[in-house]
C-alpha cells in the first residue's frame, strides 16, 4: 500500500494551491483521510480530515480557507488551500486508514512543501 502526494509549490501570499493524494495497493477499504503539516522546528499537526461519509474537519487557522475532499471511488484525497498565508508554509503530508485483506494501518504519504512567501 502507498500514498503518493502531489501539488506542493511556492505560491505568493493570499493564492491558492490544491494537494492531491492517491492511495493505491491491495486495499480494501479507507477510512479516516487527511492532511498533515510540519513546519521547521515544529511538531506534525493535523489540519483536515475527512471520514468514508464525507463528515469533515478542520484545524482551527485554516478553516474558512482550505477544504478538503475525497474520491472514494478513486482512493483519493484533495486538499484545496486558499488564501495562503506565509504560516501556511510547511511540509504536507497525507494520512489514511487503510484495510488490506489481511490487516488494517495507519499509512503517510511522502510528503510535499508548500512555501507561501513573496
Known amino acids: 500500500v502507498q500514498l503518493q502526494a502531489s501539488g506542493g509549490g511556492l505560491v505568493q501570499p493570499g493564492k491558492s494551491l490544491r494537494l492531491s493524494c492517491a492511495a493505491s495497493?491491495?486495499?480494501?477499504?479507507?477510512?479516516?483521510m487527511g492532511w498533515y503539516r510540519q513546519a521547521p522546528g515544529k511538531q506534525r499537526e493535523l489540519v483536515a480530515a475527512v471520514t468514508t461519509g464525507g463528515r469533515t474537519n478542520y484545524e482551527d487557522s485554516v478553516k474558512g480557507r482550505f477544504t478538503i475532499s475525497r474520491d472514494n471511488a478513486k482512493k483519493m484525497v484533495y486538499l484545496q488551500m486558499n488564501s495562503l498565508k506565509p504560516e501556511d508554509t510547511a511540509v504536507y503530508y497525507c494520512?489514511?486508514?487503510?484495510?488490506?485483506?489481511?490487516?488494517?494501518?495507519?499509512?503517510w504519504g511522502q510528503g510535499t512543501q508548500v512555501t507561501v512567501s513573496s
Open positions: 494520512n489514511a486508514e487503510i484495510w488490506t485483506a489481511s490487516d488494517v494501518g495507519h499509512y
Open positions: 495497493g491491495s486495499i480494501s477499504r479507507i477510512n479516516d
